[in-house]
Structure formats: structure tokens, C-alpha cells
């Protein structure tokens, strides 16, 4: 297994909320994007990583799906305690999108607008779904495609790890080939690019460590808008 990670903070945020896991001995990879007031967004993103993993670490293996989805609904209880005893943290909340590598297999664990991809051969696929506003207004036909990046209310969240005491989590179980590469990445990366450049940007890349720094490039090149996250994985 191969992989490669960056975070950035972009140009115009004064901080990074966003968090990044790579523990490939466990085959557990993730990215999360926090929110919240001073620091509270990376805090929140942080508690989410740490707790995925630990829970991961010590679940003894077992359904893949079902430890996943406990794993994060553990971590939503944590973020969501942790929330309502410091009032600097009050409200924080974060995207959570991971993966577990087993037995040929990806499985996807996701909440929010963080997204994971597949990338195989000349095609890249969305394996994930945006819990967000204008993905709920494209779905019913209320805004295009090309509405949706630039709809004045496109970041607001339908569902978010840490707001409320329980919550909903997605699960996706992706058959893996030779050569197949899984991208995780938050909405710094995908505000900035569209699905066909992201892969552009890859397929003219040496390898994994050249492809996150361009794609984190280009992003930045094009504002930097946001905090940029980036995970590249060859199983």
C-alpha cells in the first residue's frame, strides 16, 4: 500500500480545521473539516480523528460496515459532549469522511461534504453524497449543476458529526482492482475543482506525493479559498 497527505490552510483563512488520518498499518485513512467558533472547528475535527481511530484500533476487526459506523457515531457523541461543557466550543461541529482498506474492499464511512472518490484507469466516480443544502436542492431539480458551486448558500451543512446527539452516518462498500486509487479530500479541494480536473491533475502526475502537492496547488492557485485537504491512497 502506497499513500500520500496534505493539509493546507489556504490563503484566507487564519486558521486549519481541517484534520487528516493516515494509520495504514489499521488500513484506516480520513479527512474531517471542522466548524465552529475560535478553534473550535479544529478541535472538533481533531477529537473526531482521534476517537475514529482509537475505536477502530481496539474493535478486533469483526463487520468492517458496522464498526465504521459505530466508530463514528462514537465520535459524534464525544464531539457533541465535548461541545456542551466549554463554552468556547459550544456549537462546533465537523465533516467526516474515512476508509478502511480489507480484503480487497473499501469501506466508506461518511457525514457531511467531505467526499471520497474512486479513480480508475481514464475515470474518477464520486463514491460519496454532499449532506449539504444545494445537493438536496439539486436533487429535486431546484438548481443545476452549475448553480451548485456557486449558490451564495452552498456551504451550509444538512448533516454534520458533532451538532446533535445522534446522527445519521452514510456506509459504501467498493470492490477494489489493480490499480485503483481512492481520494479523500475536503470541499477546499472540490469548491475549487471539478470532478474532471481533479483528475487531470493526477493523471499527469509522477506519483502519489506529486499529485496531492499539485492538486493543493492548483487549489491555492485558484484562490485557497478554504482550508485544503488532500489523501491519495494505492491500495
Not at 484566507?12 to 473550535?40: C, K, Y
Not at 471539478?194 to 499527469?204: N, S
Request: glycine letters at 10%; a negative charge; hydrophobic letters at 40%.
Amino acid at each position: 500500500m502506497k499513500w500520500s497527505q496534505a493539509t493546507e490552510v489556504g490563503r484566507v483563512r487564519q486558521q486549519n480545521e481541517d484534520s487528516v488520518l493516515a494509520a495504514a498499518d489499521i488500513g484506516l485513512f480520513a479527512v474531517a473539516d471542522g466548524m465552529g467558533g475560535h478553534r473550535a472547528g479544529e478541535v472538533a475535527s481533531n477529537m473526531a480523528m482521534h476517537d475514529l481511530e482509537q475505536y477502530i484500533r481496539k474493535s478486533g476487526g469483526g463487520d468492517m460496515g458496522r464498526t465504521l459506523i459505530e466508530a463514528v457515531k462514537n465520535a459524534n457523541s464525544n464531539v457533541f459532549s465535548s461541545s456542551g461543557g466549554e463554552p468556547s466550543l459550544k456549537g462546533m461541529g465537523t465533516t467526516l469522511t474515512a476508509v478502511v482498506l480489507k480484503d480487497g474492499k473499501a469501506t466508506v464511512s461518511h457525514v457531511g461534504d467531505s467526499r471520497a472518490y474512486l479513480i480508475r484507469g481514464s475515470k474518477i466516480s464520486q463514491l460519496t453524497r454532499d449532506h449539504s443544502l444545494v445537493q438536496e436542492l439539486f436533487n429535486v431539480g431546484g438548481i443545476t449543476r452549475a448553480e451548485v458551486r456557486e449558490h451564495p448558500q452552498r456551504n451550509v451543512l444538512t448533516r454534520a458529526l458533532g451538532t446533535e446527539l445522534a446522527v445519521d452516518v452514510d456506509l459504501v462498500t467498493q470492490e477494489l482492482k489493480p490499480g485503483d486509487i481512492l481520494l479523500l479530500c475536503t470541499d477546499g479541494l472540490t469548491g475549487l475543482l471539478e470532478d474532471h480536473e481533479i483528475l487531470a491533475v493526477y493523471r499527469q502526475s509522477d506519483n502519489l506525493d506529486d499529485a496531492v502537492h499539485k492538486l493543493v496547488r492548483t487549489a491555492m492557485d485558484r484562490g485557497g479559498n478554504d482550508n485544503i485537504s488532500v489523501v491519495l491512497i494505492a491500495p
